[in-house]
């Protein structure tokens, strides 16, 4: 069973940057479909980025549009995070996930979609 790794998370002002890490045990990363979510205390898990196996293919939630980036290494078994101008709504536990064993026609944006999780990092913005 592949796992996945967070790291990269933690406390910055408003207005700095975080670059996360997502590193995938196994040989078939470059198959898999890969997602960053968010979950705030007492919110429902949010989809922030999304990316298909090549990394031709990406989408991003309404909130972090124009400020976040997703990519991938294919080489390094690894899906990045680029975070730029974090504001404090931005606050929340980061997990990477991967779905895995399937072909999509569109980028799976539910989290039900994903069968592999990592155990999270927090990123925490302060005003």
């Known amino acids: 069973q592949a796992q996945l790794v967070e790291s990269g998370g933690g406390s910055v002002q408003a207005g700095g940057s975080l670059r996360l890490s997502c590193t995938a045990s196994g040989s078939t990363y470059s198959t898999y479909y890969m997602g960053w979510f968010r979950q705030a205390p007492g919110k429902e898990r949010e989809r922030v980025a999304l990316i298909g196996p090549s990394g031709g293919d990406t989408a991003y939630g309404n909130s972090v549009k124009g400020r976040f980036t997703i990519s991938r290494d294919n080489t390094k078994n690894t899906l990045y995070l680029q975070m730029n101008n974090l504001q404090p709504d931005d606050t929340a536990m980061y997990y990477c996930?991967?779905?895995?064993?399937?072909?999509?026609?569109?980028?799976?944006?539910?989290?039900?979609?994903?069968?592999?999780w990592g155990q999270g990092t927090q990123v925490t913005v302060s005003s």
């Open positions: 996930a991967a779905s895995t064993g399937r072909i999509w026609s569109a980028l799976p944006s539910r989290p039900e979609s994903y069968n592999l």
